[in-house]
């Protein structure tokens, strides 16, 4: 008599997951986790980036004085306010942009007719003039921006080369080697501008325009947001420039567009002392 045959452990596998099983359950758990993306709320967009001023005379006055009053802690009276007027700033043609391309053509309406002879020339005309004593003077927050200044104050210095006043890569000496001959146009940063003021190398006595440079890089950082280096040009600008302004004798020029942030409007501005 034939044995009854026993199910193979193989035909009741069909039963099991197996490979085509698990499909629906990975398909599953996909749409689950997509749900729950879904579901998850968005990080909000990055902030736009603060807007630019291109500010009038009377606003970069008054920018400038909330600045000078901010880094030395003060609040100047009313008395000494009236000493600031419009014409210690000066005006730039509003046609043309304010940037590094278009720095010598600014320069050269600034100091008008004359500005051949006053910043070209290797010497004076009918004039001794004492030497390391430039007419014109911008300061900016690293050696690499002052180059880049330079590069765009080609214009002048052909027939006579302009002043290197910043420490990177540049010693101290030969500076003054430098300031030793006749010079029209100088770049810099604060600390090294001063010190070479100090030693009695660059000389203050043709300077009529300083050029400061409201260039923010691509940190945001600018010559006034950089608390060691805002305060060099401040100590700078109190004891070799700021009374030189107020005569009359010497013009701070902004260049370039201010940070809306850095811009407080009149009446916002924290008294103190």
């Not at 901010?70 to 009276?77: D, E, K, V």
């Not at 008395?79 to 000066?90: G, H, Q, R, V, Y």
Request: glycine share 4%.
């Amino acid at each position: 008599m034939a044995k009854p045959q026993k199910h193979s452990k193989s035909h009741g596998s069909s039963k099991r997951p197996g490979k085509h099983g698990l499909k629906p359950k990975i398909k599953s758990s996909k749409k689950v986790k997509k749900s729950e993306s879904e579901a998850a709320p968005k990080p909000p967009p990055p902030p736009p980036p603060p807007p630019e001023l291109l500010l009038t005379t009377s606003q970069q006055l008054e920018f400038f004085i909330q600045q000078y009053q901010s880094a030395n802690s003060i609040q100047l009276s009313s008395l000494e306010l009236e000493s600031f007027t419009d014409a210690c700033i000066l005006k730039l043609s509003e046609s043309l942009p304010q940037d590094v391309s278009n720095l010598s053509e600014h320069m050269k309406a600034a100091f008008g007719p004359s500005w051949k002879e006053v910043l070209c020339k290797k010497q004076l005309l009918g004039k001794i003039s004492e030497p390391g004593s430039p007419a014109l003077l911008t300061i900016s927050l690293s050696a690499l921006r002052s180059l880049e200044l330079l590069r765009s104050l080609k214009p002048f210095t052909r027939d006579c080369h302009a002043a290197k006043l910043f420490a990177k890569h540049l010693k101290i000496e030969d500076q003054v080697s430098c300031l030793k001959n006749h010079v029209n146009v100088a770049c810099g940063t604060p600390s090294r501008i001063k010190k070479l003021i100090d030693m009695e190398a660059l000389c203050l006595s043709r300077l009529a325009i300083v050029v400061l440079d409201m260039h923010s890089d691509v940190k945001g950082y600018s010559l006034f947001s950089i608390p060691q280096i805002r305060d060099e040009f401040w100590e700078l600008y109190t004891t070799h420039f700021h009374q030189r302004v107020l005569d009359g004798s010497l013009r701070i020029c902004l260049y370039g567009t201010i940070n809306a942030n850095n811009f407080k409007k009149k009446g916002k501005t924290d008294a103190s002392g």
